[in-house]
């Protein structure tokens, strides 16, 4: 049989990271791959306590509800971000599937084949699949330490005349770990007001800051109502609750709403319940504390591990908060090549070869590293192993 899929499907590929790190399911492969928070700091006996009597309350938490999510939990998302310095309201807050679906909603909202999304240099990988399947054209920005510069935007913007979206992560960007600097966050505004076109704001590493100030989000800049802004518990909670939140103008909350309805017809009630029963009972923002304590010690031993043994041809960025650095090797090296012939095979380690994070063209010698699983003892023995290695294949030329 001839199956007659849509066009779209063409560019819904298999992973290239997915293949690579298969063996990565394997335990005795130090893996600093995936893009977890540490289970450690799951609130595990909190919530099994909040399931059993959000159960007991009765059969309403087995039910349908509002498309857009419970009122209650609504309520608490906006009191959240109101004291963020983004004021809102439950009915500015659309509960999602995670910030996936976020994703996928705005890509599905926004783009006809062909339109222009405009990104970071790299990206998040996550989004870029979540796109593909609406048949956009990407547009690449540049970033550096202070995220994307908003001046090259400018320029890509004004070179893309159908250009519909910006999409960018500004606090500890997934794959870097750089955020958007102060000025550059009302640069990036300006631009995008000078050429009318929509900011999709991901930020579910947001509160998981470990140096410097909290920065204002981009949707509280926003002037002509432009910025959808995404979040998620799934970093800051448990991501297995698969419970994130979209936030934007009425005009484009309306009709996201209207495509969640369609997608999915609603989140898990129960979920959106136990969630709700755990910011009423427990102090989520101690949760993040205590997290981002461990988080730190493991972002600090990281980058001194790697200053100490990695050869001075290798840099990487230095995050003041989120899971992630990223590694730069010398042009003409292949990490995704190295990992599967050499590391993988002999030492035992993986991490996120750097290339499909690039939406235009791919630049093979980087790596996403995440330092937020592993206990600190194997996260430095890992790390000497990828010091190793490497100089052995250096020398080796």
Known sequence: MTTPFARRTSRVQPSAIRELLRLGDDPSVISFGGGYPDPAHFPTAELTSIFTDVLASGARTLQYTASVGLPRLREQIAARMTRDGTPCTADDVVITHGGQQGLDLTGKLMIDPGDVIATENPTFLGALLAFNPYEPDYA????????????????????????????????????????????????????????DVVVLEDSPYRDLRFDGDRLPTLASLDTEGRVIHLGSFSKILAPGLRLGWMMAPGPLLDRLALLKLAADT??????????????????????????????????????????????????????RGGLFTWLTFPEGFDTGDFMRDTLLPRARVAYVPGATFFPTRQEPNHARLSYATLPEETLVHGLGLLAHHYAAAARAG
């Open 140 to 195: 690449a920005v540049r970033t550096d330490d202070d995220g994307l510069d908003p001046a090259h935007l400018d320029e890509v913007l004004t070179r893309h005349p159908r250009a519909k979206l910006v999409y960018t992560v500004p606090d500890f960007q997934n794959p870097t770990g750089v955020s958007l600097s102060l000025e550059r966050r009302h640069q990036l505004i300006d631009v995008a007001n000078r050429h």
């Open 266 to 319: 609603q989140s898990s009630t129960l979920n959106m319940a136990a969630v709700s029963t755990y910011l009423e009972r427990h102090d989520l923002d101690a949760q993040i504390v205590r997290a981002n304590a461990s988080y730190r010690r493991k972002r600090d031993l990281t980058l001194a591990t790697l200053d100490r043994l990695m050869p001075a041809d290798v840099t990487c960025t230095r995050p």
